[in-house]
Structures are given as structure tokens and as C-alpha cells.
């Protein structure tokens, strides 16, 4: 059972950044690692990727060039970097652990942290 707990969120003004964290328990070098996000009301939204390789890093299409994937293998933690961001970020952000190569839907990830609150005020 591969534990993950997020960090890093907070309040932000808009253009302005944040780096989330998720730390894991144990080794996620096999795992691929995902973002995901859920502002009030509304269904839980695909952010991005990064594949146990390393060789295949994704984004949703809302956040693509504004939002960086990374991950330290040796730390067992994933790195969401946030840039320019927009009150429509406004979001809980949860990390999510998959053993497939590309795994885009919520449905195909198997651990899941508690999610970290991100508020970006205008």
C-alpha cells in the first residue's frame, strides 16, 4: 500500500506561483505519477503525468506551458510546478500513483494522497 501525501499548497495572487509536493512511502520508481485537481462544484480535472520512465510527461490542456512535472526518484516524491497562475486554478490538487504507462483517467491510478488546497485570488 503506496501512502502519498501532498504538500505545498496555499494561497496565491494571480501570476503567481507554487510548487506542490508528494511524498510517497516507498519506492514509486515503477509507479507513473499523476496530478489531478477538483475546484467546488465542479468534476475532478486531468492536470499531468510523468511515466515511470521518465520518457513520457503530459498535461491537460488547461495547463500546459504554465505547469511543470517532475519527480525525484531517489526521494520518492513528484514535483507539480505552477506558474502564471489564474483564479480559475483555484483547486484541492491530489497526486495519484498508477502502474500503467500513460495513465490519463482517474479510473487507471490506484493510490491517491488527500490533496493539498491551492487558492488563487484576483
Known amino acids: 500500500q503506496v501512502q502519498l501525501v501532498e504538500s505545498g499548497g496555499g494561497l496565491v495572487q494571480a501570476g503567481g506561483s507554487l510548487r506542490l509536493s508528494c511524498a510517497a512511502s516507498e519506492r514509486t520508481s515503477s509507479y507513473s505519477m499523476g496530478w489531478f485537481r477538483q475546484a467546488p462544484g465542479k468534476e475532478q480535472e486531468f492536470v499531468g503525468l510523468?511515466?515511470?520512465?521518465?520518457?513520457?510527461?503530459l498535461y491537460g490542456d488547461s495547463v500546459k506551458g504554465r505547469f511543470t512535472i517532475s519527480r525525484d526518484n531517489v526521494k520518492n516524491t513528484v514535483y507539480l510546478q505552477m506558474n502564471s497562475l489564474k483564479p480559475e486554478d483555484t483547486a484541492v490538487y491530489y497526486c495519484?500513483?498508477?502502474?500503467?504507462?500513460?495513465?490519463?483517467?482517474?479510473?487507471?491510478?490506484?493510490?491517491w494522497g488527500q490533496g493539498t488546497p491551492v487558492t488563487v485570488s484576483s
Open positions: 495519484a500513483a498508477s502502474g500503467r504507462r500513460r495513465p490519463q483517467y482517474r479510473s487507471e491510478y490506484r493510490y
Open positions: 510523468i511515466s515511470w520512465s521518465l520518457a513520457e510527461i
